[in-house]
């Protein structure tokens, strides 16, 4: 079975470009979470979608992010103007909610580099 | 981000020893998570448990929900070189929504000694 898959798997860019990563759910899944893994603040849920809809976007840093989901099998991160602190390794999941909850399974994360 | 506090950070051992951490929180929790993180990768679902008091078994690992539901261990008995990496409990809450938002731990990073 495929799992969750991220693009890219790394992304090394200059500050103040725009970067996208994208999710691909797993096929079924009805929930999307985006998070942000540092050093300093660990694991950080970014935002998450029910149904392609944002629930909750309480954990964006700030305007710079957005996040879409256009359909149930593909979300985007973008960050626009890019900045160093914004360096992170970014984690796709997705999960079932609704009858028989299925816990939160990852993709294996985009390492993004802000020069 | 709220995180659970995770105990110990690191822990460095044999080969064939048991290997136990721990999680607590402030918080209740609905479900209590344990995943496993090898580098370069996502965290990978190891044990999931649904009600307090609950032991679970996976092969070598064992995990309980705590009976106050603010607290969860992992037990890996007879490590194996494959063990190691960094192992992370969280915490599952319902929203209004009835959404599932993981809390995460700060993470046991296990280290094999040759």
């Known amino acids: 079975d495929a799992g969750v898959i991220q693009s890219p798997r790394h992304e090394v860019t200059e500050m103040g470009q725009e970067v996208t990563l994208r999710c691909k759910p797993i096929?079924?899944?009805?929930?999307l979470f985006w998070y942000r893994q540092t050093m300093m603040r660990g694991l950080e849920l970014l935002i998450y979608?029910?149904?392609?809809?944002?629930?909750?976007d309480s954990g964006m840093p700030e305007d710079r992010f957005s996040a879409k989901m256009p359909n149930a099998s593909f979300s985007t991160l973008k960050i626009q103007p890019s900045e160093p602190r914004d360096s992170a390794v970014y984690f796709c999941?997705?999960?079932?909610?609704?009858?028989?909850?299925?816990?939160?399974?990852f993709g294996d994360g985009t390492r993004l580099s802000i020069l | 981000g709220q995180q659970l506090n995770q105990s110990p950070q690191s822990m460095f051992i044999q080969e064939g020893e048991d290997v136990s951490m721990n999680c607590t929180s402030s918080?209740?929790?609905?479900?209590w998570l344990w995943y496993k993180q090898d580098p370069g990768e996502g965290p990978v679902l190891l044990i999931a448990?649904?009600?307090?008091?609950e032991l679970t078994s996976n092969g070598r690992l064992t995990a309980q929900f705590g009976i106050t539901r603010k607290d969860s261990f992992l037990n890996i008995s007879a490590s194996i070189p494959s063990d190691v990496g960094i192992y992370f409990c969280a915490g599952q809450t319902r929203s209004n929504f009835g959404n599932e938002k993981l809390t995460f731990g700060t993470g046991t990073r296990l280290t094999i000694i040759p």
């Open positions: 918080s209740i929790f609905n479900t």
């Open positions: 999941a997705s999960s079932f909610v609704g009858w028989g909850d299925q816990p939160q399974h």
């Open positions: 096929s079924g899944h009805n929930s």
């Open positions: 979608f029910n149904n392609n809809v944002p629930i909750d």
């Open positions: 448990l649904y009600k307090a008091g």
